[in-house]
């Protein structure tokens, strides 16, 4: 007599299977965003290529040799020469070449390391819709790869496609429990939180926060841990959790080391979370210590956002000042780049601290449009609470960190960054 499955068993199976990635954005017809990327010969023959991988992809595999006719390949060789393509993209191009000429023999994996080359050349030429399709049509190749279903995702979300991101971090985090490739189960629930925080359910994002540094742990990933660790700081400040907040940073820290790349993104993060606990104090000397060292336009951008507001609340009038008008002048130039919304929060945020009551109103007003064109909800609905405020002539949410610590750690992140803990005056 044949088992049934538990109803326990039934639902961990429900539970790890998710519905299929979303496949497609407001385009009309499939891979038609090539064509705007690509001009000529190059992109006619990425997009009938596209095309082909993805009938070849959707086929089941016994009824593909019948998909092309005889001549297409020969066809494309011939479409191929003439669109003079460097070799970057000529030589994947002619392994699809194929699918045409043996569409029953060409294997899966030949496939998706062809499609997944060009869409590696698409983003190093910054041609992002190009390389999510190519991406994609790899992952629908091998449907049994998380790595590949992550990448689709992270591409997805550069493009703003954020519903399209989140089905594949699922799909990504369905295919690493089910296949055991735990750093793409991993880092595709990392990358997950950062949609569910940005729309709002910051308590959401520490859940998959916490299953993700939980599985690192487990199976001994020490990067993947501190990159979970590293987020769980700066979602446990959102909620307001500064203990756990520090906690984690410490963490992250000791795994760091001195020398870790994101070792001044972590002080920027810790800054910020002492800005959101009230201790600008303690916030301010980090970013000072930073902002000279901000080498990349959105993470300068960040940073003088956040020491606006350190040094609102410090009363520090002319620093505040001088911050809020780098932040507007870069966003005034750079309307597109990350991290404009927050910055643009944290100066009305500092306007609102020094009874700056217009200029707190119109720069949150700013910060709420821009954050609703760019679906940061978090964002746009604080700044449009800010205004409200402002409008009524009241602070929003200013709390005290009255927290007696020893030995703070800020001062071995100040080391880390060769500054002094008597680092007093702003660095311009």
Known sequence: MPIKPSKASSARKRRWNAPPPLTRGTETIEGEEILDEVEGSAGVLLWQTIRNVSLWTATEGKSRGELFVGTAAEQRRKAAKKAKLESAVREPLEALSQLLESPGGIRPREVAAASTRIAEWALERELPATAQIYMQAAALATPRSAELALRVGLISRSRRQFARAESWFRQA????????????????????????????????????????????????????????????????????????????????????????????????????????????????????????????????????????????????????????????????????????????????????????????????????????????????????????????????????DTRDQEKPFEDRLLETLGASEKLATPTR
């Open 173 to 400: 985090i369905t295919l690493g429990r089910q296949t055991g490739a735990w750093p793409a189960y991993t880092l595709s629930y990392v990358e997950l939180s950062e949609l569910q925080a940005r729309r709002g359910s910051v308590g959401e994002a520490r859940r998959s926060l916490i299953k993700a540094m939980r599985a690192a742990r487990r199976k001994g990933l020490t990067a993947e841990e501190a990159r979970a660790l590293h987020a769980l700081q700066r979602v446990s400040a959102l909620l307001g959790r500064y203990d756990d907040a520090e906690s984690y940073a410490r963490l992250v820290f000791d795994v760091y080391g001195d020398d870790h790349p994101d070792v001044a993104r972590l002080t920027r993060d810790v800054a910020f979370g002492r800005i959101l606990a009230g201790s600008y104090e303690t916030a301010l000397p980090l970013l000072r210590a930073l902002e000279p060292l901000a080498a990349d336009p959105a993470e300068r951008l960040l940073i003088d956002g956040h020491l606006a507001r350190a040094a609102a609340g410090l009363r520090k009038g002319g620093e505040f000042e001088a911050a809020a008008k780098r932040v507007h002048d870069a966003v005034d130039a750079s309307p597109d780049l990350p991290g404009a919304p927050a910055a643009l929060l944290d100066v009305a945020h500092g306007a609102s601290l020094l009874g700056k009551w217009a200029v707190a109103r119109k720069t949150a007003g700013r910060a709420a449009e821009l954050a609703q064109e760019r679906l940061e909800l978090r964002i746009s609905q604080e700044a449009t609470a800010l205004a409200e405020a402002a409008r009524e002539k009241k602070t929003l949410n200013v709390h005290h």
